[in-house]
């Protein structure tokens, strides 16, 4: 629930703000990322000494706060930019917790859709904000900030009944030392609940990894973690920002209103769903590398070939020519959908325990920060050669990442940190 507020405000910050905008443009857009890095800065240093419970309780309210906000005083800028900027570091606050939790609490076989959900349901947000923003009519007697706070009042109420089925993580109570706990604890997240022969497994393998992590140094798991660091902040922050930014959004809004097309954004979101639905059911089924990567390399290809079009003044005038960045970029979004599921599943395997949130922040914070950059610098003279340099990175990193990135279904995570720390994993077989 949590996630879906996500998409819907990154969205909103992305180029999807028709009508709700009543000030400056710019802070409107970057304050919610702002709002994120403030939360991911918060939550890394707290979240090894407070209960990932609280964390995730103290987020859905400031949700809550923010959702009021837009709905009670919609046409107030300086009321919409503390609502943002509450949303924002609510978001920062949850997302280290949650990428950690379900890492810890999930098994071998099903960690993958676990870790996925996280970017699922951000895409499912971004496709309702996407919808309602690109059909919505001046002509309603109603304010369009208002339904975006009744939509984040709803979230954060069904996140906090949530809360009460919330499990800690079995790896936390054996940090302290709690082992009778973490027992209880997988016991609790088998169906039917109980421990029984799998729960005592998965028990000492989280034992081993636990023992094994923390016989590490500060200094030695950091050192571990530079190698994953580096792959991760080119495979989630950097694709994360380029698959769905303000230069591609401005492309599509560009192409929709020379074609006069407002069904368009509607598709583009309902088929980057599609793809992260894809993408669920395959994570746990077949290798993550190969479908990964390959997705993200199609993503930059399809990049450029919007780029080209839009670098044509006449073409770029002409219907037919912004008839096929409309088709590249429904295209585009449904391998963005496929491939953004993963960036969320490496996250939460790439790290060593002792390091785990704050190299999760850097990677988070880069990703904000790319964000931030699009939003301040976009120029629509130059989003022919943005969008062109952004395909050619995406292409050459990725092919790149195809020799680096490791194979991690059914690994524990062990295992997974192990695969990571080496530079090279050129094993390319996908796994049934």
């Not at 809004?253 to 509607?266: E, G, H, L």
């Not at 699009?374 to 120029?379: E, G, K, P, V, Y």
Request: hydrophobic residues 55%; contains cysteine.
């Amino acid at each position: 629930m949590i996630f879906l507020s996500t998409g819907m405000n990154m969205a909103l910050g992305l180029g999807w703000y028709q009508f709700s905008l009543f000030g400056t443009p710019y802070h409107f857009c970057f304050s919610w990322f702002i709002g994120v890095m403030i939360g991911t800065i918060v939550t890394a240093i707290l979240v090894n000494f407070i209960p990932k419970k609280f964390i995730m309780a103290l987020s859905t309210l400031m949700i809550l706060i923010g959702g009021i906000l837009f709905t009670s005083v919609p046409q107030s800028y300086d009321c919409l930019l503390i609502g943002r900027y509450f949303n924002g570091i609510a978001i920062g606050l949850t997302i280290i917790p949650y990428l950690m939790n379900a890492s810890e609490i999930s098994t071998s076989s099903n960690r993958g859709i676990c870790l996925a959900l996280e970017q699922y349901c951000i895409t499912f947000g971004i496709m309702i904000q996407m919808i309602y923003a690109s059909l919505w009519s001046y002509t309603l007697d109603f304010p369009i900030s208002r339904l975006h706070g009744i939509i984040d009042i709803f979230f954060a109420l069904l996140a906090a009944g949530f809360l009460f089925l919330f499990v800690e993580s079995p790896i936390d109570y054996m940090r302290k030392g709690e082992e009778q706990m973490a027992l209880e604890t997988l016991g609790r997240l088998r169906q039917p609940r109980g421990i029984n022969r799998e729960v005592q497994f998965q028990f000492e393998e989280n034992k081993a990894y636990v023992c094994d992590q923390e016989s590490m140094s500060m200094e030695q798991a950091f050192r571990q973690g530079l190698v994953p660091l580096v792959k991760m902040i080119f495979f989630r922050s950097m694709m994360l920002a380029f698959c769905y930014s303000v230069p591609l959004n401005a492309a599509l809004q560009y192409s929709t209103f020379i074609n006069s097309s407002s069904w368009a954004p509607s598709v583009v979101g309902v088929v980057r769903v599609l793809g992260a639905i894809l993408s669920i059911c395959l994570v746990d089924n077949i290798g993550r590398k190969l479908p990964s990567i390959f997705s993200a390399i199609i993503v930059g290809g399809l990049m450029i070939g919007i780029a080209s079009l839009m670098r044509d003044v006449s073409g770029s005038l002409i219907s037919s020519g912004m008839n096929s960045v409309m088709i590249l970029s429904i295209v585009l979004q449904l391998f963005a959908g496929f491939f953004t599921p993963y960036a969320s599943v490496y996250m939460g395997e790439a790290f060593p325990l002792r390091v785990k949130p704050f190299l999760m922040a850097v990677v988070v914070l880069l990703e904000q920060m790319l964000h931030i950059i699009f939003i301040n610098t976009f120029l629509w003279a130059d989003l022919g050669v943005s969008l062109m340099t952004q395909g050619i990175m995406i292409v050459a990193i990725f092919m790149l990442l195809l020799l680096l990135m490791p194979e991690t279904r059914k690994t524990s995570l062990n295992e997974a940190q192990l695969r990571f720390r080496n530079l090279f994993n050129t094993k390319l077989v996908i796994e049934v």
